[in-house]
């Protein structure tokens, strides 16, 4: 949370909801924009961290910060912490989207130096490999934040032979991945798999519904947002 506060929270809007004058509720606002090629960009918001504090739940505080966070952007989205929530926004009006499957990597060799890397440059060479695919382009702030968030949980980005590999964690013997670009990206992913001493890495990979193993990584209300799409990561 100390790296949200130092690199997004100057950079969004921060909503609360007050009862009789005293903060119940906020809910964060980040700003990115969903990028097709040949199309304008659109903008979009994502919402971080709603939260009612424990005395004022249950008197629509938090349902009163979704309409207003709907109020601010055509299209809002967020990740859903745990099944009980996603359930929530959906009886909201929140609906599925940005779906993904796990992919296992093959198992490799160890070959390769990994480098790892910091906001900027993993935000410069993400938007360089993506430059003709549909994605969730975030801004520097953001994957600053993404960098310090995703290192506090055992994981980071790196770069090797051009290809930049966003960690999300390792567990219980299993490398999990939100992210690989570039040609030699699978292989490369394997074999950092090694670096963390995991026996399997696992590709967050974007994917229709009807994918076997498909599931939403994202509810959104307002205008649509494409599918597949590159979301890249969840915010811990």
Same mark, same amino acid.
């Given at each position: 949370?100390?790296a ?5 929270f ?5 909503l ?14 980040i ?13 979009? !918001? =994502?919402l ?6 424990p005395d004022?739940r249950? /008197?629509?505080?938090?349902?009163a #910060?979704l309409? $207003? ?9 967020l ?26 990597m ?12 910091n ?9 360089l ?19 310090d968030?995703l ?5 980071? !980005? =790196?770069?090797?032979?051009e290809?930049?590999?966003a960690v999300?964690?390792? /567990?219980?013997?299993?490398?999990? #991945?939100?992210? $690989?670009?570039?040609?030699e990206a699978?292989?490369l ?27 939403p990584?994202?509810?959104?209300v307002?205008?649509?947002i494409?599918?597949?799409l ?7």
């Amino acid at each position: 949370m100390c790296a949200f506060f130092e690199h997004v929270f100057p950079y969004c809007d921060t909503l609360l909801s007050l009862d009789n004058g005293a903060v119940a509720a906020m809910a964060a606002l980040i700003p990115c924009e969903i990028i097709q090629k040949g199309q304008e960009n659109l903008p979009a !918001l =994502y919402l971080y961290s709603l939260t009612t504090l424990p005395d004022y739940r249950g /008197r629509g505080h938090a349902k009163a #910060l979704l309409a $207003a966070a709907q109020e601010k952007c055509s299209r809002v989205f967020l990740h859903a912490a745990d099944d009980s929530l996603f359930q929530m926004y959906g009886r909201l009006g929140w609906r599925p989207m940005m779906h993904a499957c796990y992919t296992e990597m093959p198992p490799a060799i160890p070959q390769t130096v990994f480098q790892e890397i910091n906001g900027d440059e993993y935000y410069r060479l993400r938007e360089l490999a993506l430059k003709n695919a549909p994605h969730i382009r975030w801004n520097k702030h953001t994957c600053r934040f993404l960098h310090d968030m995703l290192t506090a949980y055992g994981g980071g !980005l =790196y770069l090797a032979h051009e290809a930049v590999i966003a960690v999300e964690e390792e /567990r219980d013997g299993i490398l999990y #991945l939100g992210e $690989a670009f570039g040609r030699e990206a699978p292989r490369l992913a394997a074999e950092l798999s090694l670096r963390y001493a995991c026996n399997t890495s696992y590709l967050l990979t974007p994917c229709t519904a009807d994918t076997p193993g498909a599931f939403p990584m994202a509810q959104g209300v307002g205008a649509p947002i494409p599918d597949i799409l590159q979301i890249s990561f969840v915010f811990l």
